[in-house]
C-alpha cells in the first residue's frame, strides 16, 4: 500500500534560518504530492502541490520538487518567519481510483524570533 | 463558497455513549472524506463517498462506527458505545471532480472527541 514517511520532529529554528523537512514515499503507480500544514487551533490546510515528476511546488517562499528516481518531496524554505511555526504533512494521492490522501506522521515546526 | 463545515467542534462523552458529528461540504464538491487523527500522527483515512455511495471503508472502521451521506450532500459519522481508544479529532474533507483534479482535499476545522 501506499505510504509517507517524513523526519520526526520538532524542528525548532531561529527566524530567518534555512529550513528543509524530508519526506520520501512509496506508492504503486505515479502519485500526485502535497504539502499541508496546520496552524495551531486550524484545520490542515494545503500549502503546495506536484503532479509529476520534476514539477516544483510553491507558495508562501516554501518549495518541493517531485523527485522520481529518489520516491522524494523534501519542502524548503530560505528564511523562515516566526508565523510558520506550524505542523507540516507530506502527503500522497492516488491519481486514479477513489484518490484517498495518505498521510505522514506530520513534523512540528516551531520559529523563534 | 463558505468551506468544509464540521459539527460540533468538541464533544466531551461518557464511556459507552453515542456520538454523532455532522459535516457540509463545500456545495459543488461530490467527493466526501472522514479522517481520523490522534494527537502526534497524520490523519488517518476511515471512509470515503461519492455523491451518496459509500465506495470505501478502512479496516480502522470498526462495526461501532457508520457513515452516511443520504442525499449526497451532508455526510453524518455516528460512533455507538464509544471507548476511550476513540478519543481523537475527527476530520472531514471533499473535493471535486474536474479534469485537472489531482486529489487536492479541503478540510473542516475537525470534531474532537473526548471519551472520559
Known amino acids: 500500500g501506499n505510504s509517507v514517511t517524513q523526519m520526526e520532529g520538532p524542528v525548532t529554528l531561529s527566524e530567518e534560518a534555512f529550513l528543509t523537512i524530508n519526506c520520501t514515499y512509496t506508492a504503486t503507480g505515479y502519485p500526485s504530492l502535497f504539502w499541508y500544514v496546520q496552524y495551531p487551533g486550524e484545520g490542515l490546510q494545503l500549502l503546495l502541490k506536484?503532479?509529476?515528476?520534476?514539477d516544483k511546488g510553491s507558495n508562501k517562499g516554501f518549495e518541493a520538487t517531485y523527485r522520481k528516481e529518489t520516491t522524494s518531496f523534501h519542502l524548503e524554505k530560505g528564511s523562515v518567519q516566526v508565523s510558520d511555526s506550524a505542523v507540516y504533512f507530506c502527503?500522497?494521492?492516488?491519481?486514479?481510483?477513489?484518490?484517498?490522501?495518505?498521510f505522514g506522521t506530520g513534523t512540528k515546526l516551531q520559529v523563534i524570533p | 463558497d463558505t468551506g468544509v463545515s464540521q459539527d460540533p467542534r468538541h464533544k466531551i462523552t461518557k464511556r459507552g455513549q453515542n456520538v454523532t458529528f455532522r459535516c457540509d461540504p463545500i456545495?459543488?464538491?461530490?467527493?466526501l472524506y472522514w479522517y481520523r487523527q490522534t494527537l502526534g500522527q497524520g490523519p488517518e483515512f476511515l471512509t470515503y463517498f461519492q455523491n451518496e455511495a459509500q465506495l470505501e471503508k478502512s479496516r480502522l472502521l470498526s462495526d461501532r462506527f457508520s457513515a452516511e451521506r443520504p442525499k449526497g450532500s451532508f455526510s453524518t459519522l455516528e460512533i455507538q458505545r464509544t471507548e476511550q481508544g476513540d478519543s481523537a479529532m475527527y476530520l472531514c474533507?471533499?473535493?471535486?471532480?474536474?479534469?485537472?483534479?489531482?486529489?487536492?482535499?479541503?478540510f473542516g476545522e475537525g470534531s474532537r472527541l473526548t471519551v472520559l
Open positions: 502527503a500522497l494521492s492516488d491519481r486514479r481510483g477513489y484518490q484517498k490522501v495518505t
Open positions: 506536484a503532479t509529476k515528476a520534476d
Open positions: 474533507a471533499s473535493r471535486g471532480e474536474g479534469g485537472a483534479n489531482t486529489g487536492e482535499l479541503f
Open positions: 456545495s459543488e464538491h461530490n467527493r
